[in-house]
Structures are given as structure tokens and as C-alpha cells.
DNA sequence: ATTCGTGTTTCAAA
DNA sequence: GTTTGAAACACGAA
């Protein structure tokens, strides 16, 4: 999405329509001022302006997309050519417009981690960003202090991938080496999948499921057949093949 | 008709 | 210091 904004956007004059005031917290950027730079962190979206920076946050089910098939609509972003349109289902997104000169220690303030993408990172690294916790691997790779960017989903099927059990602790994992090639190439082909106009979320109707174990409850393991179960860790859903995983 | 669950983050409390 | 649970919200499915 980040991209796509950066391509719709261009470097020309925006501002803002906003439809849902909830959207936005701090200043309110109603005039027009030409883009400097686009740019995600973590799950951050930011935006630069002249003189100011929009930090957008899609939360769960916020998206941007140019044209409006339907959805709740929250904002325009208003450039010279077509608008593009924030759309967020469950009004969990937020936009929060700061002075361009507050940007770098609001970023700070959020003690996100270092990124895990686009450059390939190596074993001891993922070892050693997750030292010292103590519960399971699944949710210590969601920890956004440690490691930025990865949410519910890329921590099952990073799980998955490299053959580790998400409830294994910390502490005892082996498989550091899968982890750090299977979390890269997940990251690589998800968002290669994913790239177009429109990203589609799995709960949407009419979106078909991209991913091997998330939501795939009671499905077959696409590796060994078994049944995918589902449980829950520090209350989200883990997916995960008993047999592959050992579960 | 309620309750549940939901690609997340933050804050309080254990 | 670390981990867990609830809340912010809307809505389809159970």
C-alpha cells in the first residue's frame, strides 16, 4: 500500500478530505502542499509533505485504493489527479499529522524494532533480537520492540514454513537458520503476491484465502495432509500443523 | 437475539 | 522488566 501511495501520490500538491473525524489526530492538513517522500516503518505509513508528515495506520482493515468498490470510506487524499480513497472497515485506522520536524522522535517514541525486510537478515540475528523473552516464538516474533512488522499472520505462517512449533519457547528454538530464510522468503512472496491496485484482506467477501495454515482451520496441511489446527496465544489465533510443527 | 471473532496497538494490571 | 487482558470499532457469522 505504501507503494501504491507513493505511485498515486506522485510529488505534487495534496490535502485532505476527511469523511470520518475520527480518522485524524493533530493537525488538521486541509491545505495543499506538494509530497516530498513516502515511506513505511514497521506497519506505519508515512507521508511527507512541505511542512508536515501524516503517519497513517491501517490497523486490521484499513486500505488505500484509488477507485471505491465499497467499504466504509474515512478520507480522500486530494492530489491534482485521481483521489485516492481510505477505506477502513472497522474504523481501527488512524492518521495522525504532526510537524515534519516531530516526525523522527514520534517514530522514537514507538520503540519499534529494527526491520526484518526487504534486506535479508541473517540467523544470529533473529536469535538475538528475540533474546531474553520467555513465552512462545509465535508471539515473540509479533513483538513490535524487537522485530518491526510482523503481525498475526506472518507469524503463523513463518511458524509454518521453517517447521517450528509457535508455542515452543523462546529460549529452546534451534531452527534460527529456517526462521530467518523462511521469514524472508514469506515477506518477499507475500508482498509480491499481494502488489495491485487493491489489497484484498482474507476476512473480505469474495477474497480467497493466499495463505498456507492462517484461517485454514481443519484443512489439510498443504505439506503432509494433516489437519491444521487452530489455538489461541496471547489472544490471537495461531494456525498450525500438528504433524509438520509437532504441534 | 446475544456472543464471538477479527492482517493492531496501547495501556493497565498481574 | 515481562507477559497478559481489555479497550478502541463495526459487522458478519455462529
Redesign the pocket.
Known amino acids: 500500500m505504501t507503494r501504491n501511495l507513493r505511485d498515486w501520490l506522485g510529488e505534487g500538491p495534496l490535502s485532505l478530505e476527511l469523511v470520518d473525524p475520527r480518522l485524524l489526530q493533530g493537525e488538521r492538513p486541509f491545505d495543499a502542499q506538494p509530497v516530498r517522500r513516502v515511506f513505511r516503518r514497521?506497519?506505519y505509513c508515512i507521508v511527507e509533505r512541505e511542512d508536515d508528515a501524516w503517519v497513517l495506520?491501517f490497523?486490521?482493515t484499513g486500505k488505500v485504493v484509488l477507485e471505491r468498490p465499497g467499504g466504509?470510506l474515512r478520507a480522500r487524499l486530494l492530489t491534482s489527479g485521481t483521489p485516492v480513497h481510505f477505506l477502513d472497515?472497522?474504523?481501527?485506522g488512524e492518521l495522525r499529522v504532526l510537524p515534519r520536524a516531530d516526525l523522527e522522535a514520534h517514530l522514537e517514541s514507538?520503540n519499534l524494532g529494527p526491520e526484518p525486510f526487504p534486506e535479508r537478515q541473517s540467523a544470529a540475528w533473529w536469535s538475538q533480537q528475540l533474546q531474553?523473552?520467555?513465552?512462545a516464538i509465535k508471539?515473540a516474533l509479533m513483538r513490535?520492540d524487537r522485530i518491526a512488522g510482523l503481525?498475526?499472520?506472518a507469524a503463523s505462517e513463518i511458524c509454518f514454513r521453517a517447521g517450528v512449533d509457535p508455542s515452543k519457547p523462546v529460549h529452546q528454538v534451534q531452527a534460527w537458520e529456517r526462521i530467518a530464510h523462511e521469514a524472508w522468503s514469506f515477506l518477499h512472496h507475500?508482498v509480491d503476491q499481494?502488489s495491485g491496485p487493491e489489497?484484498?484482506?482474507?476476512?473480505e467477501v469474495g477474497s480467497t484465502n493466499p495463505f498456507q495454515v492462517y484461517g485454514r482451520e481443519g484443512e489439510a496441511c498443504p505439506r503432509c495432509g494433516a489437519e491444521i489446527q487452530r489455538f489461541v496465544q496471547?489472544?490471537?489465533?495461531t494456525f498450525a500443523c500438528p504433524r509438520c510443527q509437532g504441534t
Open positions: 514497521a506497519k495506520h490497523r486490521m466504509k472497515a472497522r474504523c481501527l514507538k531474553g523473552l520467555r513465552g508471539p513490535q503481525g498475526n499472520i507475500v499481494e489489497i484484498h484482506y482474507v476476512n496471547s489472544s490471537r489465533s
